[in-house]
C-alpha cells in the first residue's frame, strides 16, 4: 500500500510541476502581447525555477530583454536558445539585432575555407548520431571482411574488397567527425554582463588592462584560476576576467 501511495504522490507531484511550469509559461506569453515586458520576465523565469528548458523559452525571454534594451540578458537568452535549436532562422535572426545594440565591434579572425567546410560538415549531425555511424560503418565493414573471407565467389570477392575499403574510410570519417563534434559541444562562451570591464593580463585586478568590453560582448572560456576565467576573444586576443562579470552560455 506504501509503494501505491508513493507512486502516486510522485506522478501527482510530476503532474503539478508540469503544469505549473505551463502556467507560469502561458503567463509570461500572455504579459508580453499586454506590452508588459518585466512582468513577462518573472513569469518565463519562474518557469525556468521548475528546471524547464526549451528554446522557446530562451527565446521569448531574449525577446522580453530585447523590448527593455537589456542587451546583456537578450543575447544571453538568444544564444541559450540557438544552442538547443542552432538552426533556427527566427533565433538568429533576432539574435544578429540584439548583437548591433552592442558597444564592442570586435573583428573576427577569419576561418579558413577548409575550417568553414569542417565546421559545416560536423553540423549536418550531433556527435552521437556521427558516433553511431561510426559504429555501423564498423559493423558493416567486419561483414565485407567475413563474406570476403569465407566466400569462393570471384565477382563476390572483389564487391566485397572494395566494400571494406568503403567501410574503412566511412568509419575514418564518421569518428573523426563524432570527436571533432564533442570538442565543439565542450567549448563554452559567456556573455559580459556588466555596462563596462576591464580585462587583465593576469587573473588579479593590479595588472595591466589588456582590454575593455562592454555588456553583450561574447568570449570563449578558456580555463578557470580561481574566481577568474581566461577568455578568448574573437579577434584572438586572450585575457582574463573576474567571474562575477560574466554568465557562460551552457
Known sequence: MKK?????????????????????????????KKGDYQAAITSYEKTLQTDSIAPELYFNLGNAYYKLNRIAPSIYYY???????????????????????????????PESVLLRTKKNINKLFDYNTWAWLAVLSAILGLLAFMTFLFTKNTNTKRLTFVAMWISLFLLIFTWYNADYGKKLSQQHYAIVFPAKVDLMTEPNLTSDVVTTLHEGSKIKILKKDTDWYLVKLPNGKKAWIPQSEIKIIN
Open 79 to 109: 544564444e541559450k536558445a540557438l544552442k538547443l535549436k542552432p538552426e533556427d532562422d527566427d533565433i538568429r535572426y533576432n539574435l544578429q539585432l540584439a548583437n548591433q545594440m552592442k558597444l564592442d565591434k570586435i573583428d573576427q579572425v
Open 4 to 32: 501505491i501511495l508513493f507512486i502516486t504522490g510522485f506522478f501527482a507531484i510530476f503532474f503539478l510541476h508540469a503544469q505549473s511550469a505551463k502556467d507560469f509559461f502561458k503567463q509570461g506569453n500572455d504579459a508580453y
